[in-house]
Antibody
Framework: QVQLQESGPGLVKPSQTLSLTCTVSGGSISSGGYYWSWIRQYPGKGLEWIGNIYYTGSTSYNPSLKSRITILVHTSKSQFSLEVNSVTDADTAVYYC????????????????WGQGTMVTVSS | EIVLTQSPATLSLSPGERATLSCRASQSVSSYLAWYQQKPGQTPRLLIYDASNRATGIPARFNGSGSGTDFTLTISSLEPEDFAVYYCQQSSNWRQTFGQGTKLEIK
């Protein structure tokens, strides 16, 4: 079965770039009908969708974050990545990678598989 | 951006009771609405997709309904393991948003 695992620094200094990678195992990142997503959760609070990427490189971003984020896919490594520029303490959160289904042959328009999440703290 | 508003923020009930959670969208999302359960320290778990379809392995006591802007998650008879935070999520124009969550707590 498909599993996702986030990796990256747990501490980032203000104004620097947050970089995370999600490794997909147990299945192909190039499977049609699935997008690969980043979602974050502020401590003790709700969920915020960051963006999605298809294996072709096509992306969709949260408009409120679009100017600061880049999501890339690295199919040969079965990975996709997130960069958030110019971070502030408001970017402190648990970051999840997740699989998003876009077809009727799976859980249409829902996030069906999630990584365990990685806590990123922005602090000097 | 489509805003999802969940109510109530907190719901206090006892095991065996029926729980009714609401999610309202600021504009129509058709049936593209999902529900998740999150327990402390755990990852969100998909319960319902396409407004009313249960994901694999989800007990029959969980039921989703609604379309357009008004959606409901009903848990017919609460089990002790059902006390958690529940989120709704919509997908429109290839962008997704989540509701702020409803905390279901033991009374």
């Amino acid at each position: 079965q498909v599993q996702l695992q986030e990796s990256g620094p747990g501490l980032v200094k203000p104004s620097q770039t947050l970089s995370l990678t999600c490794t997909v195992s147990g299945g192909s990142i190039s499977s049609g009908g699935y997008y690969w997503s980043w979602i974050r959760q502020y401590p003790g609070k709700g969920l915020e969708w960051i963006g999605n990427i298809y294996y072709t490189g096509s992306t969709s971003y949260n408009p409120s974050l679009k100017s600061r984020i880049t999501i890339l896919v690295h199919t040969s490594k079965s990975q996709f990545s997130l960069e958030v520029n110019s971070v502030t303490d408001a970017d402190t959160a648990v970051y999840y990678c997740a699989r998003f289904c876009s077809s009727a042959s799976c859980y249409r328009f829902a996030f069906d598989i999630w990584g365990q999440g990685t806590m990123v703290t922005v602090s000097s | 951006e489509i805003v999802l508003t969940q109510s109530p923020a907190t719901l206090s009930l006892s095991p065996g009771e029926r729980a009714t959670l609401s999610c309202r969208a600021s504009q129509s999302v058709s049936s593209y609405l999902a529900w998740y359960q999150q327990k402390p320290g755990q990852t969100p778990r998909l319960l319902i997709y396409d407004a009313s379809n249960r994901a694999t392995g989800i007990p029959a006591r969980f039921n989703g309904s609604g379309s357009g802007t008004d959606f409901t998650l009903t848990i017919s008879s609460l089990e002790p393991e059902d006390f958690a935070v529940y989120y709704c999520q919509q997908s429109s124009n290839w962008r997704q948003t989540f509701g702020q969550g409803t905390k279901l707590e033991i009374k």
